[in-house]
C-alpha cells in the first residue's frame, strides 16, 4: 500500500517561486517512477514532471526551463521547485506513482495542494 501526501502550495504573485513537496509510505519507494500532475478548474488533469528510479526527469513542454522535480529516496520524498510562475499554472497539483499488479497497473495518488499564482 502506498500513501502520498502533498504540501507546500499556496497564493504567489506571477514571476514568483513555489516548492511543492510530496511525501510517500509504503514499501520499494526507491525503485518505482515518481510524477506531479495538475488539474486547472474545467480542465483534464496533465502531466507535470516526471523522475524515475534513477533521476532521470522529464517534462512538459508548458513548464521546461520553469520547474524542477527532484527526489530524496532516503526521506522518501519528491520535490517540484517551480519558479517564474505564470497564472496559467493555478492548478491543484497531485503526487503520483504506480505500482504493477499482476497484469494490471495500479496508479496512487495524494490529496493534492493548490497552487494559484495571482496578483
Known amino acids: 500500500q502506498v500513501q502520498l501526501v502533498e504540501s507546500g502550495g499556496g497564493l504567489v504573485q506571477p514571476g514568483g517561486s513555489l516548492r511543492l513537496s510530496c511525501a510517500a509510505s509504503g514499501s520499494f519507494f526507491s525503485i518505482y517512477a515518481m510524477a506531479w500532475y495538475r488539474q486547472a478548474p474545467g480542465k483534464q488533469r496533465e502531466l507535470v514532471a516526471t523522475i524515475t528510479f534513477d533521476k532521470i526527469t522529464n517534462y512538459a513542454d508548458s513548464v521546461k526551463g520553469r520547474f524542477t522535480i527532484s527526489r530524496d529516496n532516503a526521506k522518501k520524498m519528491v520535490y517540484l521547485q517551480m519558479n517564474s510562475l505564470k497564472p496559467e499554472d493555478t492548478a491543484v497539483y497531485y503526487c503520483?506513482?504506480?505500482?504493477?499488479?499482476?497484469?494490471?497497473?495500479?496508479?496512487?495518488w495524494g490529496q493534492g495542494t493548490q497552487v494559484t499564482v495571482s496578483l
Open positions: 503520483n506513482t504506480e505500482r504493477p499488479s499482476g497484469t494490471n497497473v495500479l496508479k496512487y
